[in-house]
């Protein structure tokens, strides 16, 4: 069975974003980029099924700027078997990342589609579920635990409160959750055989698919700087605090 996996280049977890002057987004320039990391978790999980013998070929694909073959090339390095790059520069919404990754599964017809459940810089856990609805394909969302058979996928939901399992019919779309498996780090050997995989470059007017954004961002502001919190002594004066000065109670 064919995999296929998108992974999105996104500022990387460990740095302090800051708002670009102009308040029109963040700063991207000579920033730290990585792979998003609920997309190293769909990697990882990728491998595991291929090293199963459930799995056959892994294919990468990454929405973005020509840089974000990095992200390729890291996915590739941890065992992904070929890359592809639709080559965008700018803001790409989820119905527009979802739309040519249906283009793709069309061309490329894997089995399941693993997807990060979000990315940690738009936060806007929707591109998964887009996707399935876009193919018609059953979608297990933010999965703890995977299991695949030939024509099925059973997933471990994390919801509110417990874990809900669903069985889906292939194909199908899967979302990753932190808890599903912790990521490995690609061994030096594999970062250099990567960089022999091939890795396909394609626009989104070769796929048929208009990528402009539909909505316009008016501005981006750092969040309100919180105030240093107080100390009580007892919960006489916590009480007292809480009804006479913050009037909460
Ligand atoms: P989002 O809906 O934007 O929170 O993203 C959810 C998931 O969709 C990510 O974890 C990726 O797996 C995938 N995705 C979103 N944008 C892109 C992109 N530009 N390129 C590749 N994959 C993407």
Do not use: C, H
């Not at 740095?15 to 991207?28: C, L, M, N, P, Y």
């Not at 040519?100 to 579920?129: C, R, S």
């Not at 091939?198 to 007017?205: D, L, Q, R, V, Y």
Request: hydrophobic share 45%.
């Amino acid at each position: 069975m064919k995999l296929l996996v998108p992974v999105k280049r996104v500022v990387d977890y460990n740095v302090k974003v800051r708002v670009k002057a102009d308040q029109t987004g963040v700063e991207t320039a000579n920033v730290k980029m990585s792979m998003n990391p609920f997309d190293e978790i769909a990697v990882e999980e990728a491998v595991r099924l291929k090293e199963k013998g459930t799995v056959t070929e892994i294919v990468a694909v990454s929405i973005g700027p020509t840089a974000a073959q990095e992200q390729i090339r890291t996915a590739l390095a941890m065992g992904a078997d070929r890359g592809i790059l639709i080559e965008v520069d700018g803001i790409v919404e989820p119905l527009a990342v979802a739309k040519l990754l249906k283009a793709v599964v069309e061309k490329e017809t894997p089995g399941l589609v693993i997807l990060g459940k979000q990315a940690i810089d738009d936060d806007m856990n929707a591109t998964g579920q887009m996707l399935a609805a876009l193919l018609g394909w059953g979608q297990g969302t933010f999965a703890s635990k995977l299991e695949l058979t030939a024509d099925s996928a059973t997933v471990t939901r994390e919801v509110d409160g417990g874990l809900e399992t669903v069985t889906l019919k292939l194909p199908a779309i899967v979302t990753t959750d932190l808890r599903l498996n912790e990521p490995r780090y690609a061994s030096l050997p594999n970062i250099m055989k990567a960089r022999k995989k091939p890795i396909e470059t394609m626009k989104p007017a070769d796929l048929g698919v208009d990528a402009a954004p539909r909505l316009t961002t008016l501005k981006v502001e750092e969040p309100p700087k919180r105030i240093a919190g107080k100390k009580v002594g007892s919960v006489a004066e916590l009480v007292d605090k809480l009804r006479n000065e913050a009037k909460v109670i």
